[in-house]
């Protein structure tokens, strides 16, 4: 018992620790609320798309030598209303104009990038997040931009829920639909751009969809998807942070291989839903 | 008595072209309409258009202050999210709660009240998908009561349901009138319009004829309607030839 309470204060005298175990929490939980709209709505290849695609605005940050989160907030929010803009309007189908805007975005960033001499490191930082580099400005903005994004969830909780079950429905309510599918873009973008120092551009994806994959096998009501998906994001953030200082594995990989632990664990035995389920439900 | 409803030469463009030209009618309160008409003859456009989902190029639809309810047809909304009945039917609240509001008591009250109109009270705390075709229909019909709608329009309701369930619906509709809602449902099934219904409108793109629901399907306008695809059978039944498979049958649900 007092092994084991060591192993879990032990990594605790460290500060850089502390520090990623609080941004990882908030990341997690985070992640997994706004994910639960990238979920149901079908937006995973949004999500992986605007995260590659905020790079050159986190290159120029770099280059300019200002804090990162600030390029990557511009190039989030124009790419979310870019991308938004596009799928309307565009002659291409959605996701053909996603994957060309992404692409070319995320290249001219490795571009910029690879002007600078130590690029290979910083590239591998942003590409799978340094969350033991997070400093107390960044935890800040952090907490700050994500209580911001979780108060727009919750006080709009009713019209994003139509908006998403039944746009028709929610027409002929006369709901702003395209202000709140925008605003929708845009929660996704800020949620990525805190999230990117903890997690990494490659991984966010997995942040967003698996903890509410995984919620989803698991209730029938959203807002308890929200909860479920929440505690599924931060405990796997938590756990995962522990893994890797214990294991000494990258620490953004350790909590994505956890997250999908815990898919694994709901896709088998979720009630009514999981794989074992139905397969004894068939065999009764 | 001054009618509830009236549609007034209304002209809708879908994707360009016409889908309904000049179309007026009006309806009293508490009646119930059938509107048939074969595929594509624009009687989803003349619902969509009647709740505002589409412009009309000229015309008008005025309901005196009257709230109109729309149900779309099944297949337009995702049965595995996760809502329940009762959600469902609370999203009916809205307008009424206001923005930045939770629900009040009342609401619940309310959404009691319409799920128990409708007989679905049993099933307030299943996730949607979990219901069988007739069973979403009328928890549709309870979101549409939730908003206060005293005209129900209901796109093609008896699509894809048994005959239990078509039963059920039909019920529901009797009991509304008590309380003087009205009702326009389209319907592939002249029978069942004929019989089950005060008025009929045969709709191609124009509106083929309008009237009692016995009396108003002659040979003469069958054909102006359905052109050689219905067969005429005496003076109540008709027989829609070609017409059949269509639009939203056999609609899988999911759960």
Same mark, same amino acid.
């Given at each position: 018992m007092g092994n084991l309470l060591n192993l879990l204060v032990?990594? !605790?005298?460290?500060p850089f620790m502390v520090r990623g175990l609080l941004a990882s929490l908030m990341v997690g939980t985070l992640c997994a609320v706004v994910g639960t709209y990238v979920v149901l709505r079908g937006m995973a290849f949004f999500g992986d798309a605007l995260a590659h695609a905020i790079l050159p605005g986190v290159a120029v940050a770099y280059l300019l030598a200002v804090n990162l989160f600030w390029g990557a907030l511009v190039m989030g929010l124009i790419t979310a209303v870019g991308i938004g803009y596009l799928s309307r309007r565009?002659?291409?189908?959605e996701d053909t104009a996603i994957g060309v805007i992404f692409a070319a975005s995320f290249a001219l960033g490795v571009a910029l990038l690879s002007t600078?001499?130590?690029?290979s490191v910083d590239l591998t930082h942003i590409l799978f997040?340094?969350?033991?580099?997070?400093s107390n400005t960044d935890l800040l903005l952090t907490a700050g931009l994500g209580l911001v994004v979780l108060a727009a969830v919750f006080l709009l909780y009713k019209e994003l829920l139509v908006v998403s079950f039944d746009p028709i429905m929610a027409a002929t309510l006369r709901l702003p639909l395209d202000a709140l599918n925008y605003l929708l873009l845009v929660l996704i973008a800020l949620t990525v751009v805190v999230s990117l120092q903890a997690v990494?551009? $490659? !991984?966010?994806v997995a942040m967003l969809v698996t903890p509410a994959a995984t919620a989803y096998l698991l209730t029938r009501r959203l807002w308890q998807m929200m909860i479920i998906g929440a505690a599924i994001g931060a405990a796997s953030a938590v756990a995962g942070l522990y893994l890797s200082f214990y294991v000494n594995v990258a620490s953004g990989a350790a909590v994505v291989l956890v997250a999908t632990g815990f898919f694994v664990l709901a896709f088998l035995f $979720?009630? $009514?839903?999981g794989v074992v389920w139905s397969w004894r439900r068939g065999r009764a | 008595m001054a009618p509830i409803l009236k549609v007034d030469s209304l002209t809708v463009n879908y994707d360009g072209t016409?889908?309904?030209?000049g179309v007026s009618f009006s309806v009293e309160a508490g009646e119930r309409v059938a509107v048939v008409g074969p595929n594509g003859s624009g009687k989803s456009t003349l619902f969509k258009a009647m709740v505002g989902l589409l412009r009309p190029v000229a015309g008008s639809v005025q309901s005196n202050g009257a709230k109109i309810g729309y149900v779309s047809q099944?297949?337009?909304?995702?049965?595995?999210?996760?809502?329940t009945v009762h959600d469902v039917v609370m999203m009916g609240r809205i307008a009424q709660i206001g923005w930045l509001r939770w629900q009040r008591p009342s609401d619940r009250e309310v959404v009691r009240r319409c799920l128990d109109q409708v007989g679905m009270t049993a099933f307030a &705390? *299943?996730?949607?998908?979990?219901?069988s075709g007739g069973q979403q229909q009328r928890v549709f019909i309870a979101r549409a009561l939730a908003q206060n709608a005293s005209i129900l329009l209901m796109d093609e309701?008896?699509?894809?349901?048994d005959v239990p369930s078509q039963e059920a619906i039909l019920e529901i509709l009797d009991g509304l009138r008590q309380q003087n809602v009205t009702v326009l449902v389209s319907t592939h099934d002249l029978n069942l319009a004929v019989e089950r219904f005060d008025r009929l409108a045969l709709l191609?793109? *124009?509106?083929i004829a309008y009237g009692p629901?016995?009396?108003?399907?002659t040979p003469a306008t069958l054909a102006a309607a359905y052109g050689g695809q219905a067969l005429w059978r005496g003076e109540d039944y008709a027989l829609v030839m070609g017409?059949? &498979?269509?639009?939203?049958?056999?609609?899988s649900h999911h759960g």
């Open positions: 032990e990594p !605790l005298r460290y565009s002659q291409v189908k600078v001499r130590s690029y997040g340094n969350v033991l580099g997070v990494g551009v $490659a !991984l966010m $979720a009630p $009514a839903r | 016409p889908a309904l030209e099944r297949s337009e909304v995702d049965w595995r999210f996760p809502v &705390g *299943r996730q949607i998908g979990e219901l309701p008896f699509s894809g349901v191609n793109h *124009r509106l629901a016995r009396g108003t399907i017409d059949i &498979g269509c639009c939203g049958e056999a609609e």
